[in-house]
């Protein structure tokens, strides 16, 4: 049967699942699979509720893979789209399923059929999210481009620049959310959480939980008084 493609020109996010590879080897047994399949749950509510299908989110899951899509690729979709993205990376790190996250735009084709994905700004998206050493969520080049193309200056939708933890790929016009809007009395309730994965997370993955908290750290704000 040949494959049907479905065109969209959008904002493009994409998401992988830290340490899923992990969480896959022990599936087998039935409590982690029960404990994989809760936190999965609770990730995927968030994506269904009733705000996010009012306002046409769709979504793709395939193995440690989730990409979403906003009705359009203009700047009116913008602000709604990136709220989505804020709660899910925030979100999984409450349910301790940590997510890396990439933003993009333009043209994509996905198959009707099966969970396939093709065009330039899922690759870029997809290429960044892999490309970080730590749970973030990330601007990619084109989305940087094309929100200040539109007057739009990520920087005052809570994204910074600076020492962002990429491993390969270039790092300029790639912006990083802070995990905060706004400011605080309190340190981000995010560290609690982060800590205790860290103290479990094997050796070689302990340093991605230190440079997200370094980066939480860095760039959150109290309020006076």
């Known amino acids: 049967m040949p494959v049907t493609w479905k065109r969209r020109e959008s904002w493009v996010a994409v998401f992988d699942i830290l340490g899923f590879a992990k969480l896959v080897e022990t599936a087998e047994h039935d409590f982690?699979?029960?404990?994989?399949?809760?936190?999965?749950?609770?990730?995927?509510?968030?994506?269904?509720?009733?705000?996010?299908?009012?306002?046409?989110?769709?979504h793709l899951v395939f193995s440690d893979t989730i990409v979403i899509f906003s009705p359009?690729?203009?700047?009116?979709?913008?602000?709604?789209?990136?709220?989505?993205?804020?709660?899910?990376?925030?979100?999984?790190?409450?349910?301790?399923?940590?997510?890396?996250?990439?933003?993009?735009v333009g043209i994509t084709f996905s198959a009707e059929e099966d969970p396939i994905v093709i065009g330039a700004p899922f690759s870029e998206a997809f290429g960044y999210c892999e490309d970080q050493d730590w749970i973030g969520l990330l601007l990619t080049p084109s989305a940087t481009r094309a929100l200040r193309t539109a007057g739009l200056d990520p920087r005052n939708h809570h994204f910074v620049t600076g020492q962002i933890p990429l491993r390969r790929l270039p790092a300029a016009n790639v912006l990083a959310y802070r995990f905060q809007d706004g400011a605080s009395n309190f340190e981000s309730?995010?560290?609690p959480w982060l800590r205790e994965m860290r103290q479990f997370a094997p050796d070689h993955a302990k340093k991605k939980y230190d440079n997200t908290i370094t980066h939480i750290n860095d760039h959150y704000r109290l309020t006076d008084g």
């Open 32 to 58: 982690p699979r029960a404990l994989l399949t809760s936190k999965l749950d609770d990730l995927l509510d968030s994506l269904g509720s009733e705000e996010q299908q009012l306002g046409g989110l769709e």
């Open 72 to 104: 359009s690729s203009g700047p009116p979709h913008y602000p709604w789209f990136l709220r989505q993205c804020k709660n899910l990376i925030m979100e999984s790190i409450r349910v301790r399923l940590p997510l890396r996250g990439a933003i993009s």
């Open 189 to 191: 309730p995010l560290l």
